[in-house]
T-cell receptor, first 115, second 114 residues
Framework: GAGVSQSPSNKVTEKGKDVELRCDPI?????LYWYRQSLGQGLEFLIY????????KSGLPSDRFSAERTGGSVSTLTIQRTQQEDSAVYLC?????????????FGPGTRLTVL | KQEVTQIPAALSVPEGENLVLNCSFT??????LQWFRQDPGKGLTSLLL???SQREQTSGRLNASLDKSSGRSTLYIAASQPGDSATYLC?????????????WGLGTSLAVNP
């Protein structure tokens, strides 16, 4: 596609429910990143994929958070047993390995609200 | 631990002014630095990327400089327009290895008044 797309754009859920957030990277981009932006805070790195493997999962805040990537393309971020502190905008980015700059291009984000 | 600071946190200027946004980082061993623009509900748009070996990059009315040794970058916006109103974010990539995560500042919220 022309850019990184994310779905849904907005998600409201009840505390304790599981949610899945989807990211479609730019076609051909091998690297994919998930970030979180909480109200009044800076962006926080969550996880990075190279192809289907995740060399860096250091930013996942707890074991309730997991992510996978299939076919070197679409990625899903899953949050189990959601808590109110999970409310944030979740941003996905992708980059190309053919460029030494590895410039990251971002999607519009998914705004998650946990009631 | 790398920390990124942006000042000012907010800025309001009349249309037509030239302005400078500042970004500082605590560890000078960076691979590159990116400036982004964030509009509400529209995610992030990459404006300029400066490699650690570069001193500046230019795109239209935007010019970003990098002084790695002092841990500083500035984003210069010439002849500001109301459409420039947005939050501007600075992010550094710490190293050239497999760790590609970006470390972010909190941003500068810019309002350009007609």
């Amino acid at each position: 596609g022309a850019g990184v797309s994310q779905s849904p754009s907005n998600k409201v859920t009840e505390k304790g429910k599981d949610v899945e957030l989807r990211c479609d990277p730019i076609s051909g981009h091998t690297a994919l990143y998930w970030y979180r932006q909480s109200l009044g805070q800076g962006l926080e790195f969550l996880i990075y994929f190279q192809g289907n493997s995740a060399p860096d999962k250091s930013g996942l805040p707890s074991d309730r958070f997991s992510a996978e990537r299939t076919g070197g393309s679409v990625s899903t971020l899953t949050i189990q047993r959601t808590q109110q502190e999970d409310s944030a905008v979740y941003l996905c980015a992708s980059s190309s390995d053919t460029s030494s700059y590895n410039e990251q291009f971002f999607g519009p984000g998914t705004r998650l609200t946990v009631l | 631990k790398q920390e990124v600071t942006q000042i000012p946190a907010a800025l309001s200027v009349p249309e037509g002014e030239n302005l400078v946004l500042n970004c500082s980082f605590t560890d000078s061993a960076i691979y590159n630095l990116q400036w982004f623009r964030q509009d509400p509900g529209k995610g992030l748009t990459s404006l300029l990327l400066i490699q650690s070996s570069q001193r500046e990059q230019t795109s239209g009315r935007l010019n970003a400089s990098l002084d790695k040794s002092s841990g500083r970058s500035t984003l210069y916006i010439a002849a500001s327009q109301p459409g420039d109103s947005a939050t501007y974010l600075c992010a550094v990539r710490p190293n050239a290895g497999n760790n590609r995560k970006l470390i972010w500042g909190l941003g500068t919220s810019l309002a350009v008044n007609p």
